[in-house]
């Protein structure tokens, strides 16, 4: 099974931005589609952008132009770009693979949940 480790987090001002990094290990990883969710206090889990193994890429509409999701197959690692970040924005992000980005958007994700990282976008 691919285990991930989610990094990158932190504190930032409103309209900045930070880089996200989910590392995995195990070499199923460039088979799999990757998504990365965030769960804010007292809500559910979201999915956030997932990209495909072929690179095609989906986002929820809140972060279209902001956000940017890409994969190195050689460095096992996915990376979610996040400028022009708002405090509604705050949430533990998570990251997992799946089979497909339709079953990323629907939850259906392959590996356990990890940690997560902190993002906190606040003055």
């Known amino acids: 099974q691919v285990k991930l480790v989610e990094s990158g987090g932190g504190l930032v001002q409103p309209g900045g931005s930070l880089r996200l990094s989910c590392a995995a290990s195990?070499?199923?990883?460039?088979?799999?589609?990757v998504g990365w969710y965030c769960q804010a206090p007292g809500k559910q889990r979201e999915f956030v952008a997932g990209?495909?193994?072929?690179?095609?890429?989906q986002y929820v509409d809140s972060v279209k132009g902001r956000f940017t999701i890409s994969r190195s197959d050689s460095r096992n690692t996915v990376f979610l770009q996040m400028n022009s970040l708002k405090p509604e924005d705050s949430a533990i992000y998570y990251c997992?693979?799946?089979?497909?980005?339709?079953?990323?958007?629907?939850?259906?994700?392959?590996?356990?949940w990890g940690q997560g990282t902190q993002v906190t976008v606040s003055a």
């Open positions: 997992n693979t799946g089979g497909s980005l339709v079953d990323l958007v629907d939850g259906t994700v392959l590996g356990s």
């Open positions: 195990g070499s199923a990883f460039s088979i799999n589609a």
């Open positions: 990209i495909s193994s072929g690179g095609w890429t």
